[in-house]
């Protein structure tokens, strides 16, 4: 395996002292406990578990969130800067941070004060890991047709149906699960906090994936889940609005973790091409090298910049859905672009298992699929543009 320096560490601009000494922890943790084992684990399909219990016990699973409940009380904007730090790293780990503050969005922004209380600390500072039940096998990008039912009964729920795509599906503790409770549509749709133990639920084997091999993907079945009804997260109909709006910040999380792995293949091709010599000196003097790499750290600049504008429009409190989505749909296609290139600056070696830049390819990928496609990202951005499609 590649044996040059570490993912360099990026000049940011934080908005405290304090968020300062967190992004060194962050690195600190990145670089030891994290980076030395990302390919050997990927390629064995490992995921790191106990990886996510030091970042739960470091305060790092719950950072966007209150600190009444056991969060870290940081804004998004830095928040998403070390999702960024940990997706340089490893992708299963940033992906993986990502995910579980979305299973966290339901619960912390719209469930009753004495949910709050009673599962928030465990989800954010206990150890927990979480997934988000969204998707189906016929609704992927047509969320709202989603079929998975939860029926009434006595003071419960009982909850049918299948769930696809699910990141951590089999392993997480807790479940958000988006099912229809009433009629067709997005206003059928209520928001319940399943435990990953219920009895009835059971995973599929995971997917077999072109990459992100370490975080396992599954299908999730519901056979007569009961919850309780003090597991519904906000009022009935809700879950539509609640899974809207756990997305907005999801595809932030994805542009940081997308913009990081771009970071990590730059920093492995411009350390390339400063040490591979042909004819007579480092390939890096070549205007045409010189010129790809400069195009590379423009397009990440760019990425960085325009996350952190939609976090900092986020944590302002104004809207933010058209740039969350403008930030997902660039900095992914970015991820793709630079990982592409960094393979092409490493010529044969780039396409070996011996140089991260094959994986990291293989993950970018992924990126521009989860949490909405970027053929949906463009939709959600023209209808802030030009309003809905006509019928």
């Not at 988000?132 to 029926?151: F, H, I, M, N, Q």
């Amino acid at each position: 395996m590649s044996d040059r320096a570490p993912h360099q560490q990026v000049e940011r601009q934080l908005p405290t002292e304090e968020a300062r000494d967190l992004l060194a922890l962050v690195r600190e943790i990145a670089q030891r406990e994290i980076a030395p084992d990302a390919a050997e684990g990927e390629e064995a399909g490992r995921f790191p578990r106990e990886v996510f219990t030091l970042l739960s016990e470091s305060g790092l699973l719950g950072l966007p969130y209150d600190a009444e409940f056991g969060g870290g009380d940081q804004p998004y904007e830095v928040y998403l800067q070390v999702l960024e730090e940990l997706a340089a790293a490893r992708l299963t780990v940033g992906l993986g941070v990502s995910v579980h503050t979305l299973a966290a969005h339901a619960l912390a922004g719209y469930g009753t004060k004495e949910q709050q209380a009673e599962h928030l600390p465990v989800v954010l500072g206990g150890g927990l890991l979480g997934g988000y039940c969204l998707s189906e096998p016929a609704s992927g990008s047509d969320a709202a047709s989603l079929r998975t039912k939860a029926v009434r009964d006595g003071d419960g729920w009982v909850i049918d149906g299948g769930k696809a795509w699910i990141t951590h599906g089999g392993i997480a503790d807790f479940y958000t699960v988006m099912a229809r409770s009433g009629g067709e549509g997005p206003k059928g749709i209520t928001a319940y906090l399943v435990p990953g133990d219920a009895e009835g639920l059971t995973a599929a084997a995971p997917e077999r994936k072109m990459g992100l091999k370490g975080s396992p993907t599954a299908q999730l079945h519901f056979d007569g889940v009961r919850v309780s009804d003090d597991r519904r997260i906000g009022e009935e109909g809700q879950g539509f609005a609640i899974a809207l709006s756990a997305l907005d910040s999801g595809r932030l999380g994805i542009a940081a973790c997308a913009i990081g792995v771009a970071q990590a293949a730059l920093d492995e091709a411009s350390a390339y091409a400063q040490d591979r010599r042909q004819f007579g000196r480092p390939i890096g003097d070549f205007q045409g090298l010189r010129f790809m790499l400069a195009d590379m750290a423009t397009q990440i600049e760019a990425g960085r910049a325009l996350y952190l504008q939609a976090a900092r429009l986020r944590d302002a409190g104004q809207p933010f859905s058209r740039q969350a989505a403008m930030a997902k749909l660039f900095c992914t296609d970015t991820a793709m672009r630079v990982t592409t290139d960094a393979v092409q600056v490493l010529g044969g070696y780039g396409y070996t298992l011996d140089f991260p830049v094959e994986r990291l390819m293989r993950e970018a990928k992924v990126l521009q699929i989860v949490e909405g496609t970027n053929q949906i990202q463009r939709v959600v951005i023209a209808r802030h543009l030009m309003g809905p499609e006509s019928k």
